[in-house]
């Protein structure tokens, strides 16, 4: 009988210092803003790529034929609109080469007002969409991976700290 919590003490000793480092956060690849390829714009809002400097920048690859894409522009478009005023700059890149007819169809009922480029691609690769990139006001990648993780939103609001430091 005294084996079994000899046993289980071992195991919660091995255990633990494993489980530990699941939670470690995968380093964030060395990329840049500065390596986005933008393409056309296609609906009627203004970007400027030489305006992006000390901004937060958020990409997202999306495309029309992806149900949690489609899902997923309404939240976008919400956050784009809630912190412009403090930096943030939302861009999204529809990736599945669709027309501009379709684009326009998809982002409408979504009431996106921030550039959407037909194609475009950044500088990470993805395991699928939609896929975001957060870009600090240095222009340095600090998250990427799918909008609705909850760290997605945490990392916008983290780096949005930096456009307030960089302005005073």
Not at 11 to 18: D, T
Not at 85 to 101: A, D, P
Request: with cysteine; net charge positive; proline share 7%.
């Amino acid at each position: 009988m005294k084996a079994i919590p000899t046993l289980l003490a071992a195991f919660v000793a091995l255990a633990l210092p494993a489980m530990a480092g699941k939670k470690d956060k995968p380093a964030v690849p060395d990329a840049s803003v500065d390596q986005v390829r933008w393409a056309e714009v296609v609906n009627d809002a203004a970007f400027n790529k030489d305006e992006l400097e000390g901004k937060v920048v958020v990409v997202e690859e999306w495309g029309v034929n992806c149900g949690p894409c489609i899902a997923s522009l309404p939240e976008m478009a919400k956050m784009a609109k809630r912190y412009q005023k403090k930096g943030l700059v939302v861009v999204g890149l529809e990736r599945q080469n669709s027309t501009k007819e379709d684009i326009l169809k998809a982002i409408k009922p979504a009431r996106v007002a921030y550039p959407v480029m037909a194609g475009g691609s950044g500088p990470v690769k993805s395991d699928g969409i939609p896929h975001a990139m957060v870009f600090g006001t240095d222009g340095k990648l600090v998250w990427h991976g799918h909008p609705a993780d909850g760290e997605f939103e945490k990392s916008v609001k983290t780096a949005l700290k930096g456009v307030a430091k960089t302005t005073r």
